[in-house]
């Protein structure tokens, strides 16, 4: 294998496989990124067991292409030694079979690599009829999900998000059992039937990272596994095995409080009560919603106190107090995109639900703690 | 105590006086922040043992002044409870003696406080005739060689700077045994006598990050302490006790090969060596100079070697190897600001200098390893 490329074409596809590549990983061989020249261009593969990344630069993109062939370079030091190269024209070459040169004019690296053949033969399958999605539109439903999936492995299950695709609609959950994401959008899925896949939160968290431009994903499901097809990148990740908890029952439909306000009010407010809440495991602030007046406090027996007051329009006139995590709270915020929001609430002891005045497809739900 | 201030003087004085907090301090009313508000103005301070600042708001920039006196404000949070106030104009309060308010219209912290009468009486002295500079050339002095100083409290000496007053000069040193920076200005310096000192790691990079725009420094040096006023602020730190060694005759004055190169292709050159060699402690690339190129190349048995070429000008013919750490080089190199610079040898086992071709006042001295 020999050719010579532009130093952003290699640098912009290896910043793509990259991501599979684990640092937790043991098994050498997995270190290595595959090079694949073949007639039509050249193939970057890498891949942990549970995420395979594909990315594929075709012929014209390449500058010269001297001898077909495979290798596998290790991926330690790889981007930072093509980064740093001086020139802009990089020639790449096979020398003894298994080692790799890179080089200008004026500068080399020689790196050992291992061996084609014991590299995982991992295979990328398609469907005839994907599930076709914008990928501003599937960034936006991962951003909005996956920050409330659950860190612990004691439910493994809940590690992940969960899509749903129907005919009409594609439903994405994702939550730790102390607090949920809802993000639903109509879409025509081309379907016979309905289909749910738990994806694990690193593998979407990727690809989310992956997706830089709008364009077209092809999304192929399969039993195990999932493939997204965006622009010259195959993302295939393995599914969470196991079925996923019911949560639709979890969402109240009705609520005894409507409160409006202002979301950069608000979630300025939570921020700037939460300062003293800082290093405690809960971050926990109280808020008393009173009239037309939402105040949110907390306390710390070292440092002091804070009181913020936002002003709020609401559809109850009694009293409510409410103690929440005001990290959850604001990891819910963020996600939010328009001026207004809706805070609905039962009681102290109920969930509280975040949604935008306008959009109905996204719901943040927050389990408030008891404080005494 | 009480008053009201814009948030953006408040915020730049603390963010002065704040890098006196040590996070590794025990004695909880040092965690504090002096605030003590007399006729003439506000003054900040806070101190570890090692070292002090104070920093002094003027009346006319405070907006009101209701009430002088004085109180220690814990300095956890107080930088971000500042920053995140959602109004421009603050307002701080005393309340019950040993708490302050700091409130804006919607908003207020209660914090606890610490009494007064418990903080160190810190005495900033100056004297009549203080050693005058600019903070653009002290600045540059700390920049070129602190980087140099040992980080090991093996030999505590060498953990500070050195500074030597003269008549017309001022010199300054930092040396970790390994290698050695020296930056000498001449200037004019009102003394009876030489002065040396030699001033802690920690504290003159915290005074380097303080001194922003161009100003006059006062340098007042005391047998036990050292103060600096530039602008509105007061810097004093202790010495290091003990003497520092002499290093003038470390720095040889003849060289065998007087190599002149290009700063930036030297630089990069040995950048992209030292990438194989990460992790490494010593991080070791190999020189050879001969004739008209300067090889730099290193090798990494798990992951394979690089080879650099740039090209010299030299006064010797005969080939010449050296190796060095690459990390020493880098740093040394970071200081250097013209475009040629000048690598001067004696043999495989002799220190290596670098300097400006034309600049005299700054050496950069590295010591070579032997590597066989």
Chains 1, 2 share one sequence.
């Not at 912009?12 to 098994?27: E, F, G, M, P, R």
């Not at 439903?171 to 949920?180: H, P, Q």
């Not at 409510?320 to 929001?341: C, G, H, N, R, V």
């Amino acid at each position: 294998m020999k050719f010579t490329i532009e130093k952003n074409v290699i640098l912009d596809n290896l910043n793509n496989v990259i991501k599979a590549i684990s640092t937790k990983n043991v098994i050498p061989i997995l270190n290595g990124i595959k090079f694949e020249m073949k007639e039509e261009g050249l193939y970057l593969t890498a891949s942990d067991s549970e995420l395979s990344i594909k990315s594929f630069i075709e012929k014209k993109k390449i500058k010269n292409v001297e001898s077909l062939g495979s290798i596998i370079i290790q991926s330690k030091y790889i981007l930072e030694i093509i980064r740093k190269m001086p020139q802009d024209i990089i020639n790449f070459e096979v020398i003894d079979g298994l080692k790799i040169k890179i080089y200008t004019d004026n500068n080399q690296y020689n790196l050992n690599c291992f061996d084609p053949s014991d590299f995982p033969n991992i295979k990328f399958e398609e469907h005839k009829e994907p599930i076709m999605i914008k990928s501003s539109v599937l960034k936006d439903m991962i951003n909005q999900t996956v920050f409330a999936i659950s860190t612990q492995e004691l439910r493994p299950i809940l590690t992940g998000v969960n899509f749903k695709f129907s005919l009409n609609s594609i439903v994405c959950t994702a939550t730790d059992s102390y607090r949920l994401a809802k993000k639903s959008i109509k879409t025509d899925v081309n379907l016979n039937n309905d289909l749910e896949v738990v994806i694990p939160g690193k593998s979407i968290t990727d690809l989310e990272k992956i997706m830089g431009e709008d364009s077209d994903v092809a999304i192929h499901v399969f039993n195990n596994k999932i493939l997204f097809v965006y622009k010259n990148i195959y993302f295939q990740s393995n599914l969470l095995s196991g079925s996923y908890p019911n949560t639709d029952n979890l969402i109240p439909t009705e609520f005894e409080y409507v409160i409006k306000t202002k979301l950069q009010d608000f979630n300025d407010a939570v921020d700037r009560a939460a300062l003293l809440t800082q290093g405690k495991d809960k971050n926990i602030v109280k808020m008393l919603v009173n009239k037309e007046l939402l105040t949110i406090s907390s306390s710390s027996s070292e440092i002091g106190k804070v009181e913020e007051t936002i002003n709020i329009e609401s559809n109850n006139t009694n009293a409510q107090d409410i103690s929440f995590s005001s990290k959850y709270m604001l990891e819910a915020l963020k996600t939010m995109k328009e001026d207004e929001i809706l805070i609905l609430l039962n009681s102290d002891v109920k969930p509280i639900v975040i949604k935008s005045v306008k959009d109905e497809s996204l719901i943040q739900l927050i389990l408030p703690i008891k404080s005494y």
